[in-house]
């Protein structure tokens, strides 16, 4: 079957009923007014639900009605419309008594209801869906049943639809409890598509998906359909991933445009100009409409004022309302409305066309305007500089049309549109650009320049491309052919200059001492350019936590969050280098409670930024932190984002490394089949011998697949020739030193490896790690112990899970069957945090400790600190019952106290 046949096929299943979710808390207090008591309180007996078109009102509704009719209550069901609300009565004709449409008397139709109703024996639930299209007298009809006590009612409204009188007085009367729904948030659409389509759904495609629809449910289930029809969405490594294409299908475009389809062709034109130019501001807005045609797309909610910036600016009220709107406008009608918001720009605040420049010399190109060469190039600049690079390489190629043939003119626009291609992952494509101005540029006494040229090329180069030793050729030849002063700078020698991209070098090489020692004596230099400032403080912060300095990298990474945004390019990105600097530093010194909720933190603040390489990290970093702490599910959701994002922008091996993340999680899983197809994957996206910092997880990927394959010999013969690859990143070699222990490799020069490390670290990892090779080689079971609590406190469960387990077989070995009992027990219990529980270690699992379910219940009374006294009276049974009870638990897990309870007692 195709991917085309695939979705089509599922496109057609998901028409179907989509699963209830999250709206379960609204269902049971409806339900809870409707249950019937034999003395009523007084109080509302009905609900009106409202809520924005799409979100599940109806859907609600429906369930009302299905628990209805499983209870035996007698019900109506009433389907508002704008059509029938043109005759009096028209959406509840079907509900008349026999002959009562033959009276004239519309008037007496209220008594016959009533009288039919009360026949009924019990109060009928009358459901109205859409009762703002209800007309009056079906309006007031439903009041005076409910005021009469024979019906109640449960009606659903659209917000911001003008409503009846009378169905607004059935709240404000307290004859309906007023319930408003809200939107979806980002977890609960996650959990309906991920149970709509019955698999894993990774991260970004449920917030992209969220954020699209604005949490509607109908609206969601359309992109859906469409986008597995269109073939956007698919499978991949059993997630569902989607490209973030939004397909446009007919239905989906049916639901957003009854929603506009009452607007005039003057609010319409208001509208589509705000959803080209959002954020508007409200001065630019006021040139294209007028003030009341702005107010009243405010008033029905199709656009919103956010006056964050305290100066105004206009936003659609839905994400689909622009996608919808420009798509209806087409070609010539769009070029026609760029020009007109150019225009108003140009007309209104210099403060809005100043901070909105990218987008009007963007649409001014668009309408066909021309503009000069400086503007383009400025344009250029500030597009890549917020990482918008398909843009910036559009406007730098439209300035090397407005200008001259000349190298030395050409050059800036060359290297803009280079670094747009670098950032698009056409580092290919760029070099021959590059290479055509390089002459000029060298010979150029403009620094800038030269600076600007260095980078780029250096970034597509090593970055792009992977070539270390064209690299060093590169800086030897620009050393040799620049001045010592670098074009006339007189403040930094060409030596200073160059030395950032020499460390960036070493750094990739796996050589962090030398890398430092060459941006150390620079750090404190205020003197150097910014560019160059930026890379020293980037690569001493990179280098000091391989080295696990952690103290002074702290300090690094602290003055990165601080450098100035605009005083270079790259400078709106040193926030988030920072923040992921210090999470993989985090991690190499194993203290994953710490980093975990900042780099969660770090993850969510990405998950919509243009910066596609630190997005991706950002993915990398949670995954790899979620990997350790034995959450595998989640860790491979977010490393297949990662993927995605290297994919489009693979900088610096990226992508092989997240590939050989998603092997790792593979082969814990216990699926070598998929473990070695991403690895051998990740072999082949690797360009070089990749950088040094990523080659520990290399190494623990074919570590890992030799596990699940079950050779665990050859598995640390791979963990120890790895950590002789690179003798600088001690952290790196700590943990696969550490690994090859754990698969049987105990001698001494292993430990003793790990006591040199740890001697020489600032942070405590090594030490632990040492200390761990140390019990399992002398089966210390009092230092096993102790291991895995301080494993645990670190957060990394699998470790801590291993280590209680040895600790148990080191008990039983020597005959103590309470220390068994209670290592084993406290196994349980951390397995319980880990997907697939002590499946993710490498030590046997421990028989399972069992308590019968009165000494469970038992236990966990007296674990949350309750007396004997008090148990026995919530169980209803004798103190000695639960003396002997405790005892009973206290006898296997091998405990002696109550206070062992909560860290030993197993989970039920």
């Not at 026949?119 to 079906?138: E, F, I, M, N, P």
């Not at 622009?322 to 605040?349: C, K, P, Q, S, Y």
């Not at 993989?584 to 780099?599: E, Q």
Request: aromatic share 4%; with cysteine.
């Amino acid at each position: 079957m195709t991917q085309h046949e695939a979705g089509s096929q599922l496109a057609r299943a998901l028409r179907g009923e989509w699963p209830f979710t999250s709206r379960d808390a609204e269902l049971d207090l409806i339900t809870a007014l409707l249950e019937e008591t034999p003395h009523e309180p007084a109080g509302p007996r009905g609900a009106v639900v409202v809520a924005p078109a799409g979100v599940g009102k109806t859907r609600l509704l429906r369930e009302v009605r299905w628990w209805a009719q499983a209870q035996g209550l007698p019900t109506s069901s009433v389907i508002a419309t704008r059509a029938a609300s043109r005759t009096p009565y028209g959406a509840v004709l079907h509900l008349l008594p026999e002959g009562v449409a033959d009276q004239p008397d519309t008037n007496g139709w209220h008594s016959s209801f009533s009288a039919q109703m009360r026949a009924a024996g019990r109060k009928t639930v009358v459901l109205v869906d859409d009762a703002h299209h209800l007309d009056q007298a079906t309006a007031a009809l439903l009041l005076q049943l409910s005021l009469d006590g024979v019906a109640t009612p449960v009606v659903t409204v659209r917000r911001g639809e003008s409503v009846p009188d009378p169905v607004t007085a059935l709240w404000k009367e307290d004859l309906a409890l007023r319930v408003d729904l809200q939107p979806l948030s980002t977890t609960e659409m996650g959990d309906l598509i991920r149970r709509s389509l019955g698999a894993p759904v990774s991260a970004r495609t449920v917030a992209r998906l969220t954020k699209v629809s604005g949490g509607n449910v109908l609206y969601a289930r359309e992109l859906v359909m469409a986008a597995a029809e269109r073939g956007s969405l698919q499978t991949r490594d059993g997630a569902w991933m989607w490209d973030e294409e939004v397909v446009l299908a007919p239905r989906l475009v049916d639901a957003v445009w009854a929603r506009l389809e009452t607007l005039d062709p003057v609010q319409r034109h208001a509208l589509a100009a705000v959803a080209v130019g959002e954020p508007l501001p409200l001065t630019v807005a006021e040139v294209i409409a007028a003030t009341e045609v702005l107010s009243s797309l405010e008033e029905i909610g199709l656009v919103s004022v956010d006056d964050s910036d305290g100066r105004g600016v206009l936003r659609l009220g839905h994400p689909l309302y622009g996608e919808v709107l420009v798509a209806r406008i087409g070609t010539i009608g769009r070029r026609r409305l760029v020009g007109d918001l150019a225009e108003a720009f140009d007309a209104a605040d210099s403060r809005d066309a100043e901070a909105s420049l990218v987008r009007v010399v963007t649409w001014r190109l668009e309408a066909g305007r021309e503009q000069s060469r400086e503007t383009l190039l400025d344009a250029a600049s500030r597009a890549n500089q917020v990482f918008a690079h398909p843009l910036a390489a559009r406007l730098a190629r439209a300035a090397l049309e407005a200008g001259d043939a000349d190298p030395a003119g050409r050059a800036p626009a060359v290297i803009e549109l280079g670094r747009a291609l670098v950032g698009r992952n056409r580092a290919e494509e760029a070099l021959p650009l590059l290479t055509q101005v390089e002459d000029a540029v060298l010979a150029s006494r403009d620094p800038q320049l030269v600076d600007d040229y260095i980078e780029v090329r250096f970034r597509a180069k090593y970055f792009g491309l992977g070539h270390v030793e064209d690299v060093e050729a590169l800086l030897d030849r620009i050393g040799a052919t620049v001045g010592p002063t670098m074009g006339g700078d007189r403040t930094t020698s060409r030596a200073e200059r160059l030395a950032p991209y020499r460390a960036s070098v070493a750094i990739g090489r796996g050589r962090p001492r030398e890398a430092l020692a060459i941006v150390e004596p620079l750090l404190e230099r205020s003197d150097l350019p910014a560019l160059h400032r930026l890379m020293v403080l980037e690569i001493a912060g990179q280098a000091l936590g391989q080295l696990g300095l952690h103290q002074r990298g702290a300090q690094v990474w602290d003055r990165l969050r601080q450098f100035p945004v605009g005083a270079t390019a790259r400078a709106s990105g040193a926030g988030a280098e920072a923040d992921l600097q210090a999470a993989f530093s985090g991690m190499l010194d194993g203290r994953m409670t710490d980093v975990l909720p900042g780099v969660t933190a770090v993850h969510a603040a990405m998950s919509d930024s243009p910066d596609v390489v630190n997005r991706g990290l950002a993915c990398l970093a949670l995954g790899r932190c979620l990997l350790h702490v034995g959450r595998l599910a989640q860790a491979r959701a977010v490393l297949l984002d990662a993927v995605e994002d290297f994919r489009t922008v693979d900088l610096g091996e990226s992508l092989s490394w997240a590939l050989t993340l998603l092997s790792q999680t593979a082969a814990l899983s216990h699926q070598p089949e998929r473990a070695r197809r991403r690895r051998d994957e990740a072999r082949v996206a690797r360009r070089g011998s990749g950088p040094a910092g990523q080659a520990g997880d290399a190494v623990m990927a074919d570590v890992w697949l030799k596990v699940a394959e079950g050779d665990r010999t050859a598995a640390a013969a791979i963990a120890l020739a790895g950590a002789q690859q690179y003798p600088q990143l001690e952290l790196s070699r700590a943990g696969l030193l550490h690994l090859a222990c754990r698969l049987g490799e105990r001698g001494g020069e292993v430990t003793t490896s790990l006591r040199r490390i740890a001697d020489r670290a600032e942070c405590e990892y090594p030490s632990l790690l040492a200390d761990h090779a140390d019990a399992m080689r002398t089966g210390d079971r009092q230092g096993l112990e102790q291991v895995a609590e301080r494993f645990a406190e670190r957060g990394l469960v699998p470790l801590a899970v291993e280590a209680a387990t040895q600790a148990a077989r080191a008990h039983r070995a020597v005959g103590s069957g309470d220390g068994a009992r209670r290592m084993a027990g406290r196994a349980q219990v951390l397995a319980r945090q880990i997907d697939g529980g002590v499946g993710q270690t490498l030590a046997p699992q421990e028989p399972i400790i069992e308590l019968s379910r009165r000494e469970q219940e038992v236990a966990r009374l007296a674990a949350t600190g309750l007396s004997n006294a008090a148990i026995a009276q919530q169980l209803v049974v004798s103190v000695r019952t639960v003396e002997s009870h405790l005892y009973q638990v206290f006898a296997k897990l091998g405990i002696a106290s109550r206070s062992d309870l909560v860290r030993y007692l197993p989970p039920s």
